[in-house]
């Protein structure tokens, strides 16, 4: 069985890369986006995670039930994200945090 031979160049330039990308991640971390700090925080990371999956893991040369495998796994996430999402955004019902102010009262009872 024949394998594939990645030259080194490659490595170098994925760990370039992926060091560019972690560079991308902190600088982002310090710009305030809005809502969007989680959406770049995400898209970074699955870049990287694209990055490690295809060229390191060798995904990218190997064969096709190695590559359905790989699916497999990324649409049973999505189905578990996707689950913990509809629970967590039908939650309209949770308590809204008040600071230590207001349970300031309360405790003086008891301290």
């Known amino acids: 069985m024949s394998e594939h031979i990645v030259p080194v160049k490659t490595y170098i330039g994925i760990f370039v890369a992926l060091l560019c990308l972690t560079a991308l991640t902190t600088g982002v971390a310090y710009v305030d986006l809005g ?30 039930l190695t590559k359905v495998f790989i699916l497999a796994g990324v649409l049973f996430f999505a189905i578990l994200v996707t689950l913990t999402l509809a629970d967590e955004l039908t939650r309209h019902w949770s308590p809204t945090p008040t600071g230590w102010g207001t349970l300031a ?3 003086s009872r008891f301290f």
Do not use: C, E, Q
Not at 47 to 54: F, I, R, S, T
């Open 105 to 107: 009262p309360l405790l």
């Open 35 to 64: 809502a969007f700090n989680t959406v770049a925080a995400l898209a970074i990371a699955v870049a990287k995670m694209l990055l490690v999956v295809l060229f390191f893991m060798h995904v990218k040369y190997s064969g096709g």
